[in-house]
């Protein structure tokens, strides 16, 4: 996909089609978003390298005590934490490999835990501003409004843990059969350097304090990820590789982003302002604009559908964080509805797991109404 984005970001900088001047600014106010993106993915693959998610799993899987069900659980405590605090795309890369592994060794059907964790990579990631590229992309919209981080949290959590829950009920009752099964408590897996795992695990348990204080979320990542370098530089300096760099994502969401600002410069606000509707409030509007958001990233993936539909949803903070909802949680309908199920079925496919187009979408024409009613629903209980 990275390919083809950066061909129509190309195609978007031709003359007459984007000015340099709307170019620039669309660079300008991705920037921040892409040093996070590169610091956050430094520190996973960093903290990665040093067995903290392994060591996390495992964990779970001695806490679950040979009972699935009580395992399922922690693997949702455990990619809901990761995905609020170190963004779905963390969640998405790092924790999946690891739980496909760990239901292979204990003779689970992998399904149970491939969707656990790419459905709530996408339904968990409204919580925080840090918790989806698109939240911070949505900050920008907020600063403009007059609201902080505390107004976004005000209206950020009903329909987060609107999202979560119904998510984590829709998970129990599909896959009811395999949560019965139990399994053999594996050992824990041995540590090459406890310095860096404990570095590197105090590094990820810093981040999420340091996201809600208030400061652009680029700056502690930075640091974050300049600490586990330096570590690694003195522990381990063969883990300091170029494939840590997110690369690919990076043109990837430089390309969408032009593409989407050369057609909204050509009139796709209008057309969108008449799909998703201008009226404020009501229950149906809200419902309206959050439904066509999700069509919009299940179309296009979430982030410029996100960035096209922003102006529509700029009028105030529920209108932008319905516009949230739709493009975080109602992305679960095809494999490209956003850069985290992209992805993770990439690591499905590492792990020799085939997950089709249909599979993938059956299942998300069940949660997905469910979870954008429920959250619409609970953010109007605000």
């Given at each position: 996909?990275?390919?083809l984005?950066?061909?129509?970001?190309?195609a978007?900088?031709?003359?007459?089609?984007?000015?340099?001047?709307?170019?620039?600014?669309?660079?300008e106010?991705?920037?921040?978003?892409?040093?996070?993106?590169?610091?956050?993915?430094?520190?996973?693959?960093?903290?990665?390298?040093a067995?903290?998610?392994e060591?996390?799993?495992r964990?779970?899987?001695?806490?679950?005590?040979?009972?699935t069900?009580?395992?399922?659980?922690?693997?949702?405590?455990?990619?809901?934490?990761?995905?609020?605090?170190?963004?779905?795309?963390?969640?998405?890369?790092?924790?999946?490999?690891?739980?496909?592994?760990?239901?292979?060794?204990?003779?689970?059907?992998p399904?149970?835990?491939?969707?656990?964790?790419?459905?709530?990579?996408?339904?968990?990631?409204?919580?925080?501003?840090?918790?989806?590229?698109?939240?911070?992309?949505?900050?920008?919209?907020?600063?403009?409004?007059g609201?902080?981080?505390?107004?976004?949290?005000?209206?950020?959590?009903?329909p987060?843990?609107?999202a979560?829950?119904?998510?984590v009920?829709?998970?129990?009752?599909?896959?009811?059969?395999?949560l019965?099964r139990?399994?053999?408590?594996?050992?824990?897996?041995?540590?090459?350097?406890?310095?860096?795992?404990?570095?590197?695990?105090?590094?990820?348990?810093?981040?999420?304090?340091?996201?809600?204080?208030?400061?652009?979320?680029?700056?502690?990542?930075?640091?974050?990820?300049?600490?586990?370098?330096?570590?690694?530089?003195?522990?381990?300096?063969?883990?300091?590789?170029?494939?840590?760099?997110?690369?690919?994502?990076?043109?990837?969401?430089?390309?969408?982003?032009?593409?989407?600002g050369?057609?909204?410069?050509?009139?796709?606000?209008?057309?969108?302002?008449?799909?998703?509707?201008?009226?404020?409030?009501?229950?149906?509007a809200?419902?309206?604009?959050?439904?066509?958001?999700?069509?919009?990233?299940n179309?296009?993936?979430?982030?410029?559908?996100?960035?096209?539909?922003e102006?529509?949803?700029?009028?105030?903070?529920?209108?932008?964080?319905?516009?949230?909802?739709?493009v975080n949680?109602g992305?679960?309908?095809?494999l490209?509805?956003?850069?985290?199920t992209?992805?993770?079925?990439?690591?499905?496919?590492?792990?020799d797991?085939?997950?089709?187009?249909?599979?993938?979408?059956?299942?998300?024409?069940?949660?997905?109404?469910?979870?954008l009613?429920?959250?619409?629903?609970?953010?109007?209980?605000?």
């Open positions: 996909m990275w390919w984005s950066a061909l129509g970001g190309l978007a900088l031709a003359p007459g089609v984007l000015g340099p001047s709307e170019a620039l600014a669309v660079l106010r991705i920037a921040p978003v892409l040093v996070f993106l590169v610091a956050v993915t430094v520190i996973a693959g960093l903290a990665d390298a067995k903290v998610f060591v996390a799993a964990e779970a899987a001695h806490l679950g005590r040979g009972r069900w009580r395992l399922w659980l922690l693997v949702v405590v455990l990619a809901t934490g990761l995905t609020i605090v170190l963004s779905l795309d963390t969640c998405a890369v790092l924790l999946t490999p690891v739980v496909l592994a760990m239901a292979r060794q204990l003779d689970i059907p399904k149970l835990f491939a969707f656990t964790t790419v459905w709530l990579a996408g339904t968990a990631s409204l919580l925080l501003p840090v918790s989806n590229l698109t939240n911070l992309l949505a900050l920008h919209q907020f600063d403009r409004l609201l902080g981080l505390r107004d976004y949290l005000g209206l950020s959590w009903r987060a843990i609107a979560i829950v119904i998510t009920a829709v998970l129990a009752v599909l896959f009811r059969r395999d019965r139990t399994y053999v408590v594996p050992e824990t897996p041995e540590l090459d350097d406890k310095v860096l795992f404990w570095g590197s695990a105090a590094v990820c348990l810093a981040l999420g304090p340091a996201f809600v204080t208030g400061i652009d979320v680029a700056w502690p990542a930075s640091v974050g990820a300049l600490v586990l370098i330096v570590l690694f530089a003195v522990r381990r300096r063969r883990e300091l590789t170029w494939s840590l760099l997110p690369w690919r994502l990076v043109i990837t969401v430089v390309g969408l982003f032009l593409v989407v050369a057609f909204t410069a050509h009139g796709l606000e209008g057309v969108l302002s008449q799909v998703a509707g201008t009226n404020p409030g009501g229950l149906a809200h419902l309206r604009l959050t439904g066509t958001a999700a069509l919009g990233a179309a296009v993936d979430n982030l410029p559908a996100y960035l096209a539909m102006p529509v949803a700029a009028a105030d903070g529920t209108r932008m964080m319905l516009l949230l909802i739709g949680c992305c679960l309908l095809t490209w509805g956003s850069l985290a992209l992805l993770w079925r990439d690591r499905c496919r590492a792990a797991i085939h997950i089709s187009w249909w599979s993938f979408l059956w299942r998300g024409l069940i949660l997905t109404p469910l979870v009613t429920g959250a619409v629903l609970a953010l109007n209980l605000s």
